[in-house]
């Protein structure tokens, strides 16, 4: 295809691609219907990675102007929806229309989610026969505690009979409030069951945060990298975002600072311990410096805690809430990975009204978090065996994490660096400025072996350029193939580019 990209400019190639394609498809010159060429054909015509096009297919995807057809690709407009013969019958033939849905792409989409489209784009050829695959954050389910939730779920169903399946109320369980206030008190955050709200997880307490405090135009301060889908969400709300740098400290306090001078920012958003995706821990110092910054400047920093309770060399300083004086931290705690993701529950602390405001949000979005799920879950966080549990699942995951850093020691050329996390699944390996993101996750593919690409975890161009890599959900063997496969691939790279830079733009490394 006839596609000028220029190299060198600052708007990315995936973004010159979306935009030439674009043009066609608006001007009608690619027909509606029309096949594109397959991701592979398009790059090796215009010479550029995969991923490069892939990022730009999900993007007019995410623009309503072409669709992906399992197995068969990627196609001009929106699915041509056929009518069964029974819906034509019953609905009197009026749904044969349906078979025009042209004007569908006309139609204009508020909230779009391109890193999270790109991530599960991407990760399709890691579901091959063969291929490790070290980029899921989720933690093991042979770990799971489903004996012990299966009981309680019963109990919850009887015992509560019939509260636990009748409407709840948005803030959630008293229970499971007084419960996760006790915890946060207990850990240096002093709360009521009147502070905590029970949101669908802590995905949606960053939403309910974002749609209630968080508007167009707004600045947002995220750590860059940070977890994708909080980028997609205050994308989603149209705001401005601003990467501040991490380091093996955590975020750059110091920097925020200056950010917020320039930019009066409305949000910080962060994730102080086992940050995803470095796996940094942030000093106690800086804790307290984000926490002032806070009240001086009169903002609100929203804490995200998804992982704290996995800490593998001795205990996380205090939570940024704990320093907080006069209500400027949202925190939030997770259950996903310590106990498990599909109870979709997680735990915000907001004090005033704040709290006010975020549960006028929860009942607007989905009223309330089931009651069912809620009293299970009390009852396992109660219960003797959750303790146990947990200190059972962090013993294996200190082992994965052990045994991937001593894979990378013994196996990864000397040009490349990692961080060493202290807590949660992830780590970041870091590459030279001679090899971007793209580079590292295609050859790493060839050899076998899928990792987090780099590029998407940024709030804004890079650098710095990596890969994630997530060890919870694999045995020690898979994770030291996998290493050694994504070894192996980066040696290929950096005999490739022997001569260019070997700087690298990421502090932290072993
Ligand atoms: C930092 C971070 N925050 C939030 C989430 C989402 O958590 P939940 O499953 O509780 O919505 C994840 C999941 O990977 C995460 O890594």
Redesign the pocket.
């Known amino acids: 295809m006839d596609i000028d990209l220029s190299r060198g400019t600052e708007t990315p190639l995936y973004r010159q691609l979306q935009s030439a394609l674009s043009r066609r498809i608006k001007s009608g010159d690619l027909k509606h219907g029309s096949r594109l060429p397959s991701v592979r054909a398009m790059a090796k015509d215009l010479g550029v990675s995969l991923i490069t096009v892939v990022q730009a297919y999900d993007a007019l995807a995410a623009d309503g102007l072409v669709h992906a057809s399992v197995g068969t690709g990627t196609f001009v407009g929106s699915p041509t929806v056929t009518p069964s013969s029974d819906t034509i019958a019953r609905d009197g033939g009026w749904a044969e229309e349906l078979g025009e849905t042209e004007w569908q792409t006309a139609l204009p989409t508020y909230l779009r989610a391109p890193r999270t489209a790109s991530m599960q784009s991407l990760l399709r050829p890691a579901r091959r026969s063969g291929i490790i695959s070290l980029t899921s954050?989720s933690p093991d389910p042979s770990l799971f505690p489903v004996r012990a939730l299966g009981r309680l779920w019963h109990r919850a169903m009887v015992v509560d009979d019939p509260r636990s399946l009748q409407y709840g109320t948005p803030q959630g369980d008293l229970h499971l409030r007084a419960w996760i206030a006790t915890h946060c008190s207990a850990a240096g955050i002093p709360s009521l069951p009147d502070d905590i709200l029970i949101t669908s997880?802590?995905?949606?307490a960053?939403d309910l945060v974002a749609r209630t405090f968080v508007g167009p135009g707004d600045y947002v301060l995220v750590e860059s990298p940070t977890?994708l889908t909080?980028l997609d969400i205050f994308d989603g709300r149209g705001a401005k975002l601003l990467g501040v740098p991490v380091d093996s400290e955590g975020m750059r306090v110091d920097i925020a600072a200056s950010l917020v001078e320039r930019f009066r920012p409305k949000l910080i958003y962060s994730?102080p311990t086992a940050h995803?995706p470095t796996g940094t821990t942030m000093s106690e110092g800086r804790r307290r410096q984000l926490a002032d910054l806070a009240r001086q400047r009169n903002l609100l920093v929203l804490e995200?805690d998804?992982c704290s309770d996995f800490t593998y060399d001795g205990d996380a300083p205090p939570a940024v809430k704990a320093f907080d004086r006069g209500g400027h931290v949202v925190f939030i705690k997770?259950f996903?990975k310590t106990v498990v993701?599909g109870l979709r529950v997680?735990g915000m602390v907001a004090h005033g009204p704040l709290m006010t405001r975020l549960t006028e949000s929860k009942s607007l979005v989905d009223r309330f978090t089931s009651p069912m799920i809620q009293g299970t879950l009390w009852r396992y966080l109660s219960a003797r065996q959750y303790q146990r549990d947990l200190e059972t699942a962090r013993g294996v995951y200190r082992r994965r994490r052990d045994t991937v850093l001593r894979a990378l020691g013994e196996l990864m050329p000397r040009e490349i660096t990692w961080t060493v996390p202290a807590a949660g699944f992830n780590l970041w390996i870091n590459l030279p400025r001679s090899i971007s993101s793209a580079e590292a996750f295609e050859q790493a593919l060839k050899e076998g072996v899928a990792c987090g690409f780099g590029d998407l975890f940024l709030a804004q161009a890079p650098p710095p350029n990596g890969l994630r890599i997530s060890f919870a959900d694999k045995p020690e063997q898979i994770l030291e193939e996998g290493i050694r496969r994504l070894a192996a691939g980066m040696r290929k790279l950096l005999d490739d580019e022997l001569g260019r830079s070997q700087e690298t733009d990421f502090v932290t490394a072993v």
């Not at 997880?201 to 949606?204: F, K, L």
């Open positions: 954050g997880g802590v995905q949606q960053i977890f909080a994730i995803n995200d998804s997770g996903s993701p997680g």
